[in-house]
């Protein structure tokens, strides 16, 4: 076990990843919440911080894990309380609060929360958390797939991220077959020249969107796209955090913590 232990932690020292970790610590506050720089934390960004740190094998301080429950009635939406509830399993807290307030939002249709987008988060915050996830909730995802193979926030049109959110969900509700092959397929057509990857059809690469694809194949049992995990190591900066593109810095710590469970090659819902 301390050999493993000390595999996994060789793995990290020296590496990418190394830096990225470094960055995200060193912007916790005192309260346990994360913020950008010059900014104050919140219970979003704390939880994509916590989410990034624990997919490359790396923790928040302890006060993380109370900043999160303290803050739980804030969260209005399904999709707030899917992304604290994925950040809180992560932790190995309890799921006992948040995992019946997301499984009351369920609809009749399958949706929870009512949008795709909202869908594919309560489920794997719900597979995280070791909840059943109703059945007509895949047939709900199935049926918004596009006749190219994506899915859209809401509906039409199709974009990379939440194409690559949707097929996170499926994977994790174990669908393979056609819908995962055709939405894979639709994926690669956002591939550019530089290995990344842009949000919508035509766009310039990001780190975020390249992040979600990667995640998407690796969920799927592929290899990530060539060159994606090449890009992204091109957009980290010196102080460790990455780029949102060649062209623009901007949200640092939320890029960064978007970033790290694509080069840990690990995808949603964490082990």
């Known amino acids: 076990m301390k050999l493993a232990a000390l595999a996994a932690t060789m793995v990290i020292v020296g590496s990418p990843l190394a830096s990225g970790v470094n960055y995200l610590q060193a912007h916790e506050l005192g309260s346990g919440a994360f913020a950008e720089p010059g900014g104050s934390g919140y219970p979003q960004l704390t939880a994509w911080a916590v989410l990034g740190l624990r997919a490359a094998g790396a923790s928040p301080r302890a006060a993380a894990a109370g900043y999160l429950v303290a803050h739980e009635a804030e969260l209005t939406h399904a999709t707030d309380i899917a992304l604290v509830l994925l950040a809180e399993a992560a932790l190995r807290q309890s799921t006992a609060r948040l995992v019946p307030r997301l499984r009351s939002l369920a609809e009749r249709t399958g949706a929870i929360g009512g949008l795709v987008n909202a869908t594919a988060w309560s489920v794997l915050a719900l597979r995280a958390a070791g909840a059943p996830v109703p059945r007509r909730t895949l047939a709900f995802l199935l049926s918004r797939q596009g006749r190219a193979g ?22 994790a509700l174990q669908a393979r077959g056609r819908p995962v092959a055709r939405g894979l397929r639709f994926l690669s057509r956002f591939r550019n020249g530089d290995g990344g990857f842009g949000l919508t059809l035509g766009a310039g690469s990001d780190a975020q969107s390249t992040a979600w694809v990667i995640q998407a194949f690796l969920a799927a049992g592929r290899r990530p796209p060539r060159g994606s995990l090449a890009y992204l190591r091109r957009l980290q900066r010196p102080d460790g955090s990455f780029r949102y593109s060649a062209r623009y810095l901007t949200t640092p710590l939320w890029v960064t913590a978007q970033v790290l469970p694509a080069l840990a090659r690990e995808p949603f819902p964490l082990r």
């Open 150 to 171: 994506g899915w859209g926030w809401s509906g039409p049109p199709a974009d990379s991220n939440d194409t690559a959110a949707a097929l996170e969900a499926l994977c």
